[in-house]
Every structure is written in structure tokens, then in C-alpha cells.
């Protein structure tokens, strides 16, 4: 029968159907996303990845300027987990050298030593560090030797990679510092630490410290010497430069001081080679061309720094945030196509300057078109209003050539901002020496101070010899206000500060430091951040820093 | 008996023509009449047909009829809708037959999970609401159909634009990070979500015309929507389109027009009072800059971006039987103006569906095809907000009409003004350019098409089988257009801004089911089974184009595609069993498993099963046989596994790298950028939330059900609940990854009652009302223990959270500072209390305060008919919910009215009372009572009955939607579609009067 045969074959097809297993069609990939097989299949992948770990110092994500974040979680991508605009704030708003006119969440209470566990700010400050050493970590999986074999990368390619392992090395070891300066205690991890898995470990200063020390010196086969590698890319005079910093500061992180080593490996980067920039062009002084739109050129100076660029590496939270932070109504001056009306100076920095219309000392960047250096001006009646106070004109979008800057609408800044510079090297020989490193003298830290006055009033002393430095003007507080003049806004201070037990106590104070106008010493707890309790609840190995 | 001339001509017309067709069988003749049981009247209409034949016929206007049967004593069945079918032997030639109304509550037969059930015999708490019943008015989306009908939903629109989406929740939902979003089912095909992307979330069930649907089903427990499984969480909402009928072909006609305006506006300061503000301040301060921003008018820009919408819905359907073939057809064109110039929404839409059987009715085939084209004239979203904080007293006039268009907008002074703002574009625009120089236009096109073949199997009756084939395939196609004088689009490279956007939603279905149906007549048993294996993807394609800049009135042609198309996609595979049985009509029984395996998971944690059991009681059956008191009343047992996958990305699971999405996002080396390669932050271990649910109900019917209804109390635990978890820094590459963090619990009780007070011939009275009452608590939040824990903050303004996830309360609890007021009852700014007593006054301070859920939502609406006149009213209400009023909190500062970048705004009239002149997000001031009742919809209607010499039923009415609001509220409207509770000026709900035709014929 006719039906018959069309039932049967219809069950036939039917019984097919329900046991013929889909299960296959669920393996489903994203179809412009890679496996990490992919990625890592070819030299260009590592390449790519490498730029991302770079980049994260400067990118927020993986869109410019904004969006594809890298670190959510209810951060402001450009505001809060930008590497330089982090650090930047974190180095510079509790300090003499900056305040803020806005009223962004909890901005204010960084100036005013008001900050507590819950700041947003401190978790993106946080976080920024660790993503990247993460990245870098999972870098250091995927580049092995025998990786690298099983993937058939092999010759120039691999000695690349092989290069680029000893710089993600370096680039946690810095990742590493920032935290061991900011935070003191970290969350630590390794490439032995996978993702997923298990809640990271907490390591102490002084144990991190150590870490730190001991990686830089063990890559220093590795790294490319001076000034022999691509530019954007680090070379053994980073390695140095974060060496003697990180021995400066020991007595801080460990509580035994290693001056003699500081001595050692800033004489390391001063005899690598390096010298400051003198040669005006178009006008713009050597001081001047370290922090404009083509800065890229100050190679001989700039030991490493962090690259922007107006059109491909655009974020909110880079040098473009330190143009239009500056600026207001003046954004022009900047190279900027607008200011936001926020962040100035105080007058205890611009009165480090004799003369502080910088027409001698031409550091002194305070004057602009709408602002002066008249003590009306200095005197900074309102931390919320923009008008009052010194202004800071130091991070120009303009170029030495007068060519134009790369974004035609000025948005975003092509300044590279520079991590280390020669004159740090000279200020911490200077320092240590003064401190009992061995190694160095008075005569040669003496010269070294000069080379930077030299620099700083257009290759002369200034009218009358005033910028010279005497054997007998050499002392701390003279390194520590010459750091001041010279690397300002470069995301110093507050570590200086420390260093000198100034930061939080009575002995120094300046506009509106604790949140009063003549200022106030505040609790010693605040010489390191607070761990983000929003941190410690996710990963309750994280101990909180003292009187949090 | 008594036969007039008429009837006589008919009855031997019929026999002559019984005599032609079946010449070799004997022939009798039965006549009688059939009346009412109630009241005697005749009844029309009633098929009276022959059993064991295919001959039938209807009843006349008097209620007879004449039918010829081939024996002696034909049985004849009379069966008609609302009446119980009966059987009558008809022994001499005669047979008249009084029909008894039935008990259509119990009769009715409601959709189901892959199924149909009678109202009587359901086991688990489902609504339906039929066509009769949907909320009535000028409806532009399908689900507010549902609005204040059924206890546990709530509907809430987003706001007043024409076509826009609203938010809807079945028992609060059960999931917080992850979709609260019940799953829609339409004709059979499950459908993914509720929106497409682009410019803006488009709302599909839009899409959808209301006209053409049959009913809604609403399935709230586990023992209804476990065979959903792992997308049954939220509940579920059955969609079913109207089918074909058989018979002539009848026609419907109906139009409506529509005039929506606006009810409230935002309370915002006058220019006079702008004006003494600024030169209060000036005086004070002894600075004019402000001063000499002032204008000298009194602008309302509110009501310079509204205008009274006008809007009509026009459809035409036609259904019946051509020859074998039942068929539905029908056409609509809906077009409605958003109350905000410039704001459109048009549908066209088409729904056919054909329904034949074949093969001695052993193959039934149902295919549904649905077609509509949505075009969405979407206003800026920021208009509301602008209108409300532009400076009143500028006139609106041009500064330099070549630049900068026809409107007042803030320029730098000097004859090369350029706009105020931070960074190139202007940070204030005014809201009339925003409506006049942006242009966004989406078309949305969908087709919803299934195929249903259902195959008896002919040696084996109690068993057939079921293909359905289902497609859902959307396309959204939009452009983005900014002109180049609008001041936020003015760069120095380029004036303007357009852009193009693409995406494609592809959902493809196939269920293969066996049912088996057998009446075990010796244990008074009837089992029902079904056997089902279901396959269905999900694939959206996106398409990114890079931006090109606009002249004045030229578009520059497109840019290319600037990625590839990006094709996400996921897939479901499942089979599902049930069986019901029903004991000696008393005792129902329904067991369920359904096994899913989802893409979006690891192979380990690919599959999981969701059971569900119910029991259900028919005391009436047991107690109360006899009694006509009482004509329903049953108990309902569930318990229920389900689970919930929505809002999981379709990868989170696995490794993966992403590449720059531009080329803003690449690093230099040497001399070359090289575009990023990033490892993304994934969670190998991600499972389905899984919702517990148990529910008991009773369902009551009382005096032949004119009053009936139900109760149902309720548990929901939710485990593994989906949240976006702080992860420790260091661990994955992320501060946060979607994971299975913490429980929810949520306890309710629904109560629904429907009553007809008057039934008479001439008059009637309906009146329907339901309450929910809803308390969903947070249980956990972390997967190990932490003293002192704070929860989650979650919502807020910027970085202020104000709503918190915490344990012990309800998810979004306010968490906020107690404001100190002064003696007259001001607050004072920045004047908290010290709540824990230790002297400071920091975050420890921190309290909760009040939450956004309601405690209760009630529906109610009644219907009175008197001769031909109806009125309807329906309304909703909400009590127990609070709003943080975002517009009060942000736009309360003197810093808004005079603005550091040098211009004047305009703020909240609350600003003369709190006089803020900072910022006070986190005070717990800002936040009140959104407690409300509204009254949705009043409509009157006029049946005129036959017309046109009885060719034509026509039927007119009119409607007032949104009548009014009674609230504390102090914010432009109450009822809020965030579950975060976060008030921000939404797009004002208008007021629409409607006047509408209905012709049958």
C-alpha cells in the first residue's frame, strides 16, 4: 500500500534524524578572532603581540581612542586604567606639582591625601601594571625555544623573538617597579602562573624588589646594546636606567639603601653614549623639543619612552590626556584643538624657578597667552577654578619642523612620553653621591648638574653666571629641587618625595596639600597606596597595606 | 410540526439533490431546532452533522435546521463554539436540542510548550491572553498586548518613541548580569533575543503586527517552561499567529488613526528665573561673565522639539477555505509619528498561513510565513536631555547660519567663532539641531517562516509524527547622518559625520518530534507522550563601514567595508521527553527532561538536563461533582529545573586572540605600526545558571465561573547565577570575566481574578484583576567566604555606585549616604550622618535605602457592554518602588547654569530647593517613591452590527491611551524600564487618542 511505504520511509528518515548526533555543529569559533595556535603561528603574529604589550603602555585597548578596552570592570578605559595618565596622576596630583579643577568622582582626594581602599582610581592604577605583566607572561609561554621550533620559526625571525623575550622582561620588571613604588606589595606572577587557574600569589616589597634587581640583570645578555635596536623598542640602557632608580630608592622599598649600586649603573647610562639635546630648531630650545610632537627624535637623550601617535596610537590616557589637561581657553598654544580645563601647578614648583617667566631658565613653563606667573596668578584661591593658578605649557603637540602634527584635528598627540632621560642619570649620581654611594665625586656630580643648567638657560649660565652651581650649592635639598625644575610633570615626585620623607610630613608643605590652603602633614599611611579592596575581595591572598 | 413554505423548498431541494448524490443508499430526513438552555432563545449557526459521515449542516437565524442521513436513526452531533458538543439519536425523523454553554474557561485550549491543553487540564501556572482581551489602544509593538494583563509580568516600555522596545519580566526574572529577558516563541520557532544591533537597540517584537496574532501565552514556572531548558529561566512567552479557518471566505477590515502628544515635560527653570540666578551671583561676586551670556527671552526648548503625532494602522485580512485549502492572508500598514519631531516609525507587514490536510487528514501541514519591513526614524537620544538643560533665555536664533545652521548654538566669540567644548566638538548643541541635522533611519526587514508537517501514521493511530522547520531571518540596514553645521560634528578635517551599518540575524530551526497519545480505558488512564529532537543556530552577520564625512547636502559616497563581515554565531542541540497522564479525569500528571548541549560552553560543560515534574488535583472532580457552585477548582503542584544561557557571549569560553578593531590601535617600531594582537579574557569553566523553580497553585471557578481565577505561590533559587565577577588581578586577562557567581532567590505569590458581575442580555460586566507580589533577595555574590563583605556596586552616575549587589537584599539596593536636612527642611549639601558613630563621616556611612523592584504589581481592567455601546478601562499599578532620580542628581548644581567652558545651562527646578553646588551623587536625597497606578487605556465602542444589507459587521471605536499617572514621583514619569532603577529623562510616554474602524464582512 501506497501509504504504507511512505510511513515507513518517513520513520526511516525520521529515526536518521533523531539519532544522527549535531554535536559536532556546537565547536564554534569567532570568525576574525585567532586560536592562540594561529597567533603564534608566524613571527608576524609575535610581532603583533608584542606591539600589544608595548602598546598597553599607551593604548587603553584594541580601538583608538576609545573602546575594544582591555580592563573593564566599570573603569573609565581612558580616565582610570590608562598606563601614563595612571601614573601620572598617582606621581603627580598628591604633590606640589599638580591639582585638579575637576570634580570627576573621587579625583580630588588625591591632592587632598583623602584617598581610601575604594577608590576606582587606585583599581585602575592597579590593574594597568598587572594586565600588562600578564600579557607579557603569557608572551613568555608562547616564545620558548621549543616553541618557536615546533612552529618552524627559525633565523632572524627567531633571534627577534628571542630579543623581544628579554624586552617583555624588562617591560614587567618596569611593570613590577611601578607597583613596587605605588603599592609596595604586589600580586605576583610569572609565566609558571596560567590563566584560570589559581588566585595569584602576594609578594613583599622587599621580595619584589629582589625580583626586579635580579631579572634586569639576568636579561642583560639578552637585551640589544645601546641604541642598536628599532626605535620604540628597549635596549640595555632602559635596563640600566630602571637599575639605578630602583637602587635609589631602595632604602625606601627594602629599607637598606644601595647607593653605591645606584652610583654604578648611572654611570653605566652616562658612559653608554647618551647626551642632552642643545641644537635650538625653528626656534624651539633643546628643553623644549623633549616633549613636542616629533620628540622621536631625541633619541640621543630619551633613553626610552613611551610612543604616541596622533592617528595610530590614540588613547585618551596618553601624552593627548597631558596636552588637553593642561590647556583652556589657550588650547591652541598646546597644539591642541581644545583644553579640558584641569590640572595646573602650585606655586611651591614654580617658585623652585628664580625667574619664573622661563625667559632664562627656559624650563619654566607657566606662561601662556591667558595665564601669567603674577603672584595673583600663583595664588590658587580655588582648586575647582580653572583661572587660578600656574599653568604648565611643558607637553606641546607641535612640531620642531612646523610641520603638521599627524592628527590634522589635533585630538590626539604624537609626543612620546619619555620614561628615562639622561639628566635623571646625572640627578641620581648627584644624589647617591651625596647619600655615601661610592664610586663617585663631587667634582664629576658637580659637572653633571652644570650639564643640565647649561642646557636649561640656552647653553649659558644666564645673565651674570645665575644658573651655575657651585661646589658649595651641591646638597640633597638643592638634587631634590633640580629634579624638580628638570622633571617635573614626567611622573617623579612623588617618589622624590618619599625618598626625602617629605611627602607626607610637616617638613615641607604646599598649596592646599592635605586639602588646607596652607597645607597640612597627613598620616604617614599614605607614603604607599592602599591595596583596592575590590581586589582583596577577589583574591583574598592580598593583604592590605598598613592603616587602610 | 410546523413547516413553512420556505423550509419546505429548501428540504426538497435538499433531497433532491441527497437523491443525486447517493442514489443507492436509503434516505432520511431529521429537521428540528436547537435552542439555548438558559434562556430558550434559538442558537445559529451550531454544525449539525451526521456521525460516521461527512454530512453536515448549520443552523439558520430560528436555530433550524434540516439534515438527510443514510439510516434510520442517524446519531447527530450539534457541536458549536461556547456551547458543549451533543449527541442526540435522532429515532423519527425529529430532533430538537437544547445546548448548554459551556464552560469556555475550561474548554479553552491554550498553547503550550510543543503543544496545546485545555485551560482544565494544565498543570503549570500559564496565562494566555487571546486577541479578545489584549490591551486595547494604538499598540505599535506585540508585547505591550500584555500590559497589566498577567499576574508576575510586567511590561514596561522604555519610553514614548514610536516602534521602541520595552522591557519585560516574568516573576522579576532570575538572573542579574545575564538576560532577564523571557524567551519568545513565535508559531513554534524560539527566537534569539530582542534586538538587532547598530545605531541603537531595534526592537523586534515590533516586527511583529498585533493584528495578526491569535494569543499570548505566558509561562511562569519550571513545570511550563522546563522543556524550554536552558533558555526557560525567565519564563516564557508563545506567540501564536491567527490560523485559516474553513467555510467562506471572510474579510476584516480595520483602520485607526492616532494623535499622541506630550503629558509632562521635564521641570526645568524659566529665563527669568535663569536670569535672577546669574545676576544674583554676579552681584555676590562682583564678576559679570555670565552676566553678559544672558540672553532676554524665555524659551521653552521642551516644547519646541514636541509636537502632536499623528499616526495610522491600517489592516486587511482574509481568511477561509479555498477548496481544501485554509488559508489566512493579511496585510498592514502601520505608520506613527514619535511626539519628538522628526521621530517615525512605519511597518508594512504581511502574514500568510496555510493549513491543509492530505491523506484522510493523516497529514496535516501548517506553514506560517511572515514578512514585515520596519523603518525607524530614530531621533537623537540626547534631545530630551539638551532640550531640558539649554540655556531658556536665548532665542533661538542663528549666530552664523552658514556654519552653524538655523539655530541658536554656543560659539567662541569673534567673527571665527568655533563651538564651545573640550576637544574640537561642541559639548553643548542645541536640541532643534539635533532633530534638524542628525538623521538616523533604520530599516528593519524580517521574515518568520515555519513549516509544520504532522503526519498520523495510518497502522498505528495513536501515533504521529511532527517536522517543523523553522526560519527567522532579520536584516537591519541603517545610515547615520550628522550634517556638517551641527556644532558637535565640527573638526577641522571634517564637517559632519555619516556612516552606514549592516547586520544580519539568521536563526534557523528543526524539531523532530513523535507523539503518542492512547486512552487506556481500563485504568481510566489517558497517556500522552513526546519524543523531540531539536536543532537550531543562531548566526548574526555584522558589517563595519568606516565613517565618511558629509557635506551640507551631499553624501559622499560610502566608504568600503573597513572589517570583514563578522559572523557570530551559536547553536543549540536538544532533546526533550514528556509524558502527561490524566487518572480518572481527576488526577494530572506531567513529567519532563530535556537535554541541551550549547556551543557557548566547554565540551565538559557542553550538556545539562533540566527535569520538571507536576501534579495536578481536580477537587472539583473529587468534591464537588455535583455542586453547581462550584464549577472549577484544582490544585496545581510543579517543580522545575531550568536554566539560562542568554547574555553569555557566544566565545566567552574559550581562548582566543582579537585583532585592532581600526587603526588607531597599533604600536611603532622603527618605522612601521604594527596592529595589536590581543589575548582575550575568557572563562573556560562557564555554565548555565540554573533556576529552581516550585509552585503551587489553585485554580477556582465559582457560580458556572463567573467568578474564576487562581492563586500561585512561588520559589525561584537561582544557582550559579551568571554575574560579571571581579576577578583578582593577574588571574585571567581581564579585572572581570562573566562567571558562575552567587545565588538569587525569589519568593512571590500571584493572585488573578476574573469576574462578570452582570450578564444579561443587554447588559454585561466583566471586570479582571491581578496582583503579583515579588521579593527577590541576593543570597551570594562571591564563591568563598570574605569578612566584611560589601557586595557588588554596581549602578550609578559615573563612578558613584548607588545600587549595590549584596547579600540579603534585593539586587540593585541603594546604597547611598543619609542626607542631613536643614530646619526647613532643605538638604544641606554635602551634610551627611554618621551613621556607625565613629566620628568621621566616610564610606562606612554608607546605608541602604529602599531598592527599585516593586513589592507588588497589580492589573486591572474591566469591560462593560450595554446594547451596543462597550466601555473598556484598563490600568496598571506598581507600589513598593523607588527611583534614584538621575536628572535632579546631575543637573543640580549652579556649575550647570553657569558652566566653566563659558556658557549658560539650564538645571531641574529642584536646584531652588537643594541648591547644590556641587555634585551630590551619592546622597540617598535623590532618591523617591516611584510608587504608581496608570490608567493605560479607556476605549468606548460602538457595534453597529450588519450594514449594507447584512453583508457587513462594522464596529467603531475610540481610545485613550495613557489617561493618567498617580504618583509621589517627583521625575517626569514613575514607571522606568531600568532594573537598576536609575531615572535619566527618558523619551516622555505621550498621551494617544484613537479612533478606529472595524468592518467584517
Not at chain 1, 569559533?29 to 586560536?35: E, G, I, L, S, W
Not at chain 1, 628579554?166 to 617597579?177: H, K, M, P, Q, S
Not at chain 2, 548580569?177 to 541603537?200: F, K, T
Not at chain 2, 532633530?435 to 521574515?447: E, P, Q, V
Request: one cysteine or more; a neutral charge; glycine letters at 8%.
Amino acid at each position: 500500500m501506497k501509504n504504507n511505504k511512505i510511513t515507513i520511509i518517513s520513520i526511516a528518515f525520521f529515526a536518521l534524524l533523531v539519532l544522527g548526533s549535531c554535536a559536532k555543529k556546537l565547536d564554534l569559533f569567532p570568525q576574525n578572532d585567532f586560536t592562540p595556535e594561529k597567533a603564534y603561528s608566524t613571527a608576524s603574529g609575535y610581532k603583533s603581540v608584542l606591539a600589544k604589550i608595548y602598546g598597553s603602555l599607551s593604548s587603553t585597548g584594541n580601538q583608538g581612542p576609545a573602546g575594544a578596552a582591555d580592563i573593564t570592570g566599570g573603569l573609565d578605559e581612558g580616565k582610570q586604567v590608562a598606563f601614563i595618565r595612571g601614573f601620572f596622576n598617582a606621581q603627580e596630583l598628591p604633590t606640589d606639582e599638580a591639582v585638579v579643577a575637576w570634580n570627576d568622582e573621587t579625583i580630588k582626594d588625591f591632592h587632598d591625601f583623602k584617598w581610601t581602599s575604594a577608590d576606582f582610581y587606585l583599581k585602575g592604577w592597579y590593574a594597568r601594571p598587572i594586565y600588562n605583566i600578564t600579557l607579557i607572561n603569557e608572551y613568555l609561554r608562547e616564545a620558548t625555544d621549543a616553541k618557536l621550533a615546533e612552529r618552524s620559526i627559525t633565523g632572524a625571525e627567531a633571534s627577534d623573538i628571542k630579543k623581544s623575550v628579554a624586552e617583555v622582561r624588562f617591560l614587567r620588571a618596569y611593570n613590577y617597579w611601578v607597583m613596587v613604588d605605588l603599592f609596595g606589595k604586589s600580586t605576583f606572577i610569572t609565566e609558571a602562573d596560567l590563566i584560570g587557574t589559581s588566585l595569584p600569589k602576594e609578594i613583599s616589597r622587599a621580595n619584589l624588589f629582589s625580583y626586579i634587581e635580579s631579572e634586569l640583570k639576568a636579561i642583560d645578555a639578552d637585551l640589544a646594546p645601546v641604541k642598536t635596536i628599532e626605535y620604540g623598542r628597549v635596549d640595555q640602557g632602559a635596563a640600566w636606567s630602571l637599575l639605578a632608580r630602583l637602587y635609589l630608592n631602595a632604602g625606601v622599598y627594602t629599607g637598606t639603601p644601595r647607593y653605591t649600586d645606584a652610583v654604578t649603573y648611572a654611570k653605566k647610562v652616562i658612559g653608554a653614549n647618551y647626551q642632552l639635546t642643545h641644537i635650538p630648531v625653528n626656534g624651539y630650545k633643546g628643553y623644549e623639543q623633549l616633549f613636542m610632537a616629533d620628540n622621536q627624535k631625541q633619541k640621543d637623550e630619551i633613553i626610552w619612552a613611551i610612543n604616541c601617535d596622533g592617528l595610530r596610537t590614540q588613547s585618551f590616557g596618553n601624552t593627548t590626556f597631558l596636552i588637553h589637561c593642561a590647556a583652556g581657553a589657550d588650547f591652541a598654544e598646546y597644539g591642541a584643538n581644545g583644553g579640558w580645563f584641569g590640572y595646573r601647578t602650585t606655586s611651591s614648583l614654580v617658585n623652585l624657578f628664580a625667574d619664573k617667566t622661563g625667559n632664562t631658565d627656559r624650563r619654566a613653563m607657566f606662561t601662556t597667552s591667558n595665564f601669567g606667573t603674577s603672584n595673583a596668578q600663583l595664588a590658587l584661591t580655588d582648586i575647582g577654578d580653572f583661572t587660578t593658578g600656574p599653568h604648565v605649557k611643558k607637553f606641546v603637540n607641535k612640531r620642531t619642523d612646523n610641520l603638521a602634527a599627524s592628527d590634522p584635528d589635533k585630538n590626539y598627540a604624537d609626543i612620546d612620553f619619555p620614561v628615562f632621560r639622561l639628566p635623571e642619570m646625572y640627578l641620581i649620581y648627584a644624589e647617591a653621591f651625596l647619600r655615601g654611594g661610592t664610586g663617585a665625586d663631587a667634582t664629576t656630580a658637580l659637572d653633571y648638574m652644570n650639564k643640565i643648567r647649561f642646557r636649561a638657560y640656552d647653553d649659558s649660565y644666564g645673565p651674570g653666571n645665575v644658573g651655575k652651581v657651585n661646589s658649595g650649592d651641591l646638597t640633597l635639598q638643592f638634587v631634590l629641587d633640580e629634579r624638580g625644575r628638570e622633571l617635573y610633570w614626567e611622573g617623579h615626585r612623588r617618589t622624590d618625595l618619599v625618598r626625602y620623607g617629605l611627602f607626607t610630613t610637616g617638613a615641607y608643605l604646599w598649596p592646599w596639600k592635605g586639602g588646607v590652603a596652607s597645607g597640612t602633614a597627613v598620616n604617614n599611611k599614605y607614603n604607599i597606596y592602599a591595596i583596592p579592596s575590590v581586589n582583596r575581595v577577589a583574591n583574598p591572598n592580598l593583604t592590605q597595606n598598613t592603616d587602610y | 410540526m410546523k413547516i413553512s413554505l420556505k423550509q419546505l423548498l429548501k428540504i426538497s431541494l435538499m433531497l433532491f439533490f441527497a437523491a443525486l448524490s447517493a442514489t443507492s443508499f436509503a434516505q432520511t430526513s431529521v429537521s428540528g431546532t436547537v435552542t439555548d438552555s438558559k434562556d430558550g432563545t434559538p442558537v445559529s449557526g451550531v454544525t449539525v452533522s451526521v456521525k460516521g459521515t461527512k454530512t453536515a449542516v448549520k443552523t439558520d437565524a430560528a436555530g433550524a435546521y434540516t439534515v438527510t442521513a443514510a439510516t434510520n436513526a442517524p446519531v447527530l452531533v450539534f457541536s458549536s463554539v461556547g456551547f458543549t458538543t451533543q449527541q442526540v439519536t435522532a429515532a423519527n425523523g425529529s430532533a430538537s436540542v437544547k445546548l448548554v454553554e459551556s464552560n469556555t474557561q475550561l474548554q479553552d485550549v491554550v498553547v503550550v510548550a510543543y503543544g496545546t491543553k485545555r485551560k482544565g487540564d494544565l498543570t503549570g501556572a500559564v496565562t494566555s491572553v487571546s486577541a479578545k482581551d489584549f490591551q486595547k489602544g494604538n499598540i505599535a509593538s506585540s508585547e505591550q498586548l500584555l500590559q497589566g494583563k498577567v499576574a508576575g509580568l510586567q511590561v514596561t516600555t522604555g519610553g514614548g518613541s514610536a516602534g521602541g522596545g520595552s522591557r519585560i519580566r516574568i516573576r522579576s526574572g532570575a538572573s542579574l548580569s545575564a538576560s532577564n529577558d523571557p524567551l519568545i516563541v513565535i508559531d513554534g520557532v524560539p527566537v534569539e533575543g530582542n534586538s538587532i544591533g547598530g545605531s541603537g537597540n531595534d526592537n523586534l517584537l515590533a516586527t511583529i503586527n498585533p493584528n495578526d496574532i491569535e494569543s499570548m501565552s505566558v509561562l511562569k514556572d519550571a513545570s511550563a517552561t522546563a522543556l524550554y531548558g536552558s533558555r526557560a529561566s525567565n519564563g516564557v512567552i508563545i506567540i501564536t499567529t491567527k490560523k485559516g479557518g474553513k467555510g467562506k471566505i471572510k474579510y476584516n477590515f480595520n483602520t485607526q488613526i492616532s494623535s499622541a502628544s506630550i503629558v509632562k515635560k521635564v521641570d526645568v527653570l524659566t529665563g527669568d528665573e535663569i536670569r535672577s540666578i546669574v545676576n544674583a551671583d554676579a552681584a555676590k561676586s562682583g564678576v559679570n561673565t555670565y552676566k553678559a551670556l544672558l540672553g532676554n527671552a524665555n524659551t521653552d526648548w521642551q516644547s519646541l522639539i514636541y509636537r502632536n503625532a499623528i499616526g495610522n494602522d491600517n489592516n486587511i485580512s482574509a481568511s477561509g477555505a479555498i477548496g481544501i485549502l485554509p488559508f489566512r492572508a493579511s496585510l498592514g500598514y502601520s505608520n506613527q509619528n514619535g511626539v519628538i519631531k522628526t521621530d517615525k516609525f512605519s511597518r508594512l507587514s504581511t502574514a500568510i498561513n496555510l493549513s491543509p490536510k492530505f491523506f484522510d487528514d493523516h497529514l496535516s501541514v501548517n506553514l506560517n510565513f511572515k514578512y514585515s519591513n520596519v523603518v525607524r526614524n530614530k531621533v537623537d537620544g540626547g534631545v530630551v536631555g539638551a532640550a531640558a538643560s539649554f540655556d531658556p533665555t536665548q532665542a533661538n536664533n542663528a549666530i552664523n547660519k552658514n556654519k552653524f545652521g538655523d539655530n541658536f548654538e554656543w560659539i567662541t566669540p569673534g567673527p571665527n567663532g568655533i563651538p564651545i567644548g573640550t576637544n574640537g566638538g561642541s559639548v553643548q548643541t542645541n536640541p532643534l539641531s539635533l532633530i534638524d541635522y542628525k538623521n538616523d533611519k533604520a530599516k528593519t526587514n524580517r521574515i518568520i517562516t515555519n513549516l509544520q508537517l504532522d503526519y498520523k501514521l495510518p497502522f498505528f493511530p495513536d501515533l504521529h509524527a511532527q517536522i517543523n522547520v523553522g526560519v527567522d531571518n532579520t536584516s537591519l540596514s541603517g545610515d547615520f547622518r550628522a550634517d556638517s553645521v551641527l556644532v558637535s560634528e565640527y573638526f577641522p578635517s571634517r564637517r559632519g559625520k555619516s556612516s552606514h551599518y549592516e547586520q544580519t540575524k539568521q536563526n534557523s530551526l528543526i524539531d523532530l518530534s513523535l507523539f503518542y497519545t492512547k486512552e487506556i480505558k481500563s485504568l481510566k488512564t489517558k497517556v500522552d507522550a513526546l519524543l523531540l529532537h531539536s536543532f537550531q543556530s543562531f548566526v548574526t552577520n555584522e558589517k563595519s563601514f568606516a565613517d565618511y564625512a558629509t557635506g551640507k547636502d551631499t553624501l559622499l559616497s560610502r566608504n568600503a567595508l573597513i572589517n570583514p563581515t563578522n559572523k557570530i554565531e551559536n547553536a543549540i542541540e536538544s532533546y526533550v521527553g514528556r509524558v502527561n497522564l490524566t487518572v480518572n479525569n481527576k488526577y494530572l500528571i506531567t513529567a519532563s527532561l530535556r537535554r541541551d548541549a550549547g556551543s557557548k560552553f566547554a565540551k565538559e560543560n557542553r550538556v545539562s538536563y533540566f527535569p520538571a515534574v507536576a501534579l495536578g488535583w481536580k477537587l472539583k472532580e473529587e468534591f464537588f461533582k455535583n455542586t453547581n457552585i462550584i464549577s472549577d477548582l484544582k490544585l496545581r503542584l510543579g517543580w522545575g529545573i531550568t536554566g539560562n544561557q542568554d547574555g553569555i557571549a557566544n566565545y566567552d569560553y574559550l581562548a582566543r586572540y582579537s585583532t585592532s578593531v581600526n587603526a588607531g590601535a597599533s604600536y611603532q617600531f622603527g618605522n612601521s605600526f604594527y596592529g595589536y594582537l590581543r589575548p582575550q579574557a575568557y572563562n573556560a569553566d562557564v555554565r548555565w545558571e540554573t533556576t529552581t523553580t516550585s509552585n503551587i497553585g489553585l485554580d477556582f471557578g465559582i457560580l458556572n465561573n463567573r467568578i474564576s481565577g487562581s492563586i500561585d505561590a512561588y520559589q525561584k533559587k537561582t544557582n550559579d547565577l551568571l554575574l560579571v565577577a571581579q576577578v583578582a588581578p593577574g588571574a585571567n586577562f581581564n579585572t572581570e570575566v562573566l562567571a558562575n557567581v552567587g545565588n538569587l532567590t525569589n519568593n512571590g505569590i500571584e493572585f488573578t481574578l476574573n469576574t462578570s458581575p452582570i450578564k444579561k442580555k443587554d447588559f454585561t460586566w466583566d471586570l479582571g484583576f491581578n496582583m503579583a507580589y515579588s521579593s527577590v533577595e541576593v543570597t551570594n555574590t562571591v564563591n568563598y567566604e570574605v569578612a566584611n563583605y560589601q557586595g557588588i556596586a554596581t549602578s550609578g552616575v559615573n563612578d558613584t555606585k548607588v545600587g549595590r549587589l549584596y547579600v540579603g537584599k534585593s539586587p540593585y539596593v541603594f546604597s547611598v549616604s543619609k542626607q542631613v536636612y536643614d530646619a526647613s527642611g532643605n538638604p544641606i549639601e554635602g551634610l551627611y550622618e554618621d551613621l556607625n558613630r565613629d566620628g568621621v563621616v566616610d564610606d562606612k556611612d554608607v546605608y541602604f535605602y529602599k531598592k527599585p523592584a516593586a513589592d507588588i504589581t497589580l492589573g486591572v481592567n474591566t469591560q462593560v457592554g450595554y446594547k451596543k455601546f462597550t466601555l473598556g478601562l484598563a490600568g496598571h499599578a506598581s507600589i513598593g518602588n523607588y527611583l534614584y532620580n538621575q536628572y535632579d542628581a546631575t543637573s543640580a548644581r549652579l556649575r550647570d547654569i553657569k558652566n566653566p567652558l563659558n556658557f549658560i545651562g539650564n538645571v531641574g527646578r529642584n536646584y531652588l530647593a537643594s541648591n547644590f553646588s556641587n555634585a551630590r551623587y551619592e546622597s540617598d536625597y535623590f532618591i523617591q517613591n516611584a510608587s504608581f497606578f496608570r490608567l493605560d487605556n479607556i476605549n468606548l465602542g460602538y457595534n453597529f452590527g450588519a450594514i449594507m444589507k447584512n453583508k457587513a459587521n462594522l464596529r467603531i471605536s475610540g481610545s485613550i491611551q495613557n489617561v493618567f499617572v498617580i504618583t509621589k514621583y517627583k521625575g517626569l514619569d514613575p514607571e522606568n524600564s531600568s532594573d537598576q532603577g536609575l531615572d535619566n529623562n527618558i523619551y516622555p510616554r505621550p498621551r494617544i487618542i484613537s479612533i478606529g474602524a472595524n468592518l467584517d464582512f
